[in-house]
């Protein structure tokens, strides 16, 4: 498997503009994790999936922040409209379900996203 | 409320020397730990979990960790250390009850040759 495929690896933007991260989990898992990491704030989990519903959103900044799982193998994260506060890498992660003993993140590679 | 604390920003250790990353947890219930590894432009990678059983659990690349129920920690810890092991290295602990993992702010090991 190619693991966690997550694209664009880089968005440059300006202000205002509508940004859309998109990412495959790995084929077989059913949880689908979205996280943001900043030098000031870390790894923060915006939203995580389970059989595509959207579980625990709480950690989305605001309305300005949306995200899908339409298919099992697809997830988007949007965010509209941009800000320069949301400059940051976007993780997608994905794993199995924990009672089968796979208790762990699978992480893609990120989006470096630069809003001006 | 489940939270994870490394509580130095950045380790120096020189080659072939033994190292040691430090994580602390609070958590209600029995705590699932876990040790990730970033490396420059990519996402992070799983080393080892401590989920019951043995305190000393072995991972990747050499690297193995002490769960210590009474101090609530979980350091990670290598034998000898490589050039190749420096990296941003992150603690996470979930709970028994949700699918949330929640990550230290991460440690930055550097090895010097």
């Known amino acids: 498997d190619a693991g966690v495929i997550q694209s664009p690896r880089h968005e440059v933007t300006e202000m205002g503009q509508e940004v859309t991260l998109r990412c495959k989990p790995i084929?077989?898992?059913?949880?689908l994790f979205w996280y943001r990491q900043t030098m000031m704030r870390g790894l923060e989990l915006l939203i995580y999936?389970?059989?595509?519903?959207?579980?625990?959103d709480s950690g989305m900044p605001e309305d300005r922040f949306s995200a899908k799982m339409p298919n099992a193998s697809f997830s988007t994260l949007k965010i509209q409209p941009s800000e320069p506060r949301d400059s940051a890498v976007y993780f997608c992660a994905s794993s199995f379900d924990r009672y089968l003993g796979n208790e762990k993140l699978f992480f893609g590679s990120g989006t470096q996203l630069s809003v001006l | 409320a489940q939270s994870v604390a490394q509580p130095e920003d950045q380790v120096n250790v020189a080659e072939g020397n033994p190292l040691t990353v430090k994580c602390t947890y609070s958590?209600?219930?029995?705590?699932?730990l876990f040790w990730y590894v970033q490396y420059p432009n990519r996402g992070l990678q799983f080393l080892l979990k401590y989920i019951t059983g043995d305190n000393l659990v072995k991972g990747s690349y050499g690297f193995e960790a002490e769960f210590n129920k009474s101090q609530t920690s979980f350091h990670l810890k290598k034998p000898s250390a490589l050039v190749s092991d420096s990296a941003l290295y992150f603690c996470?602990?979930?709970?028994?009850?949700?699918?949330?993992?929640?990550f230290g702010p991460g440690t930055r090991l550097s090895v010097l040759p």
């Open positions: 958590v209600s219930g029995n705590p699932y």
């Open positions: 999936f389970n059989n595509n519903v959207p579980i625990d």
């Open positions: 996470a602990v979930n709970d028994n009850y949700g699918q949330n993992f929640v």
């Open positions: 084929s077989g898992h059913d949880y």
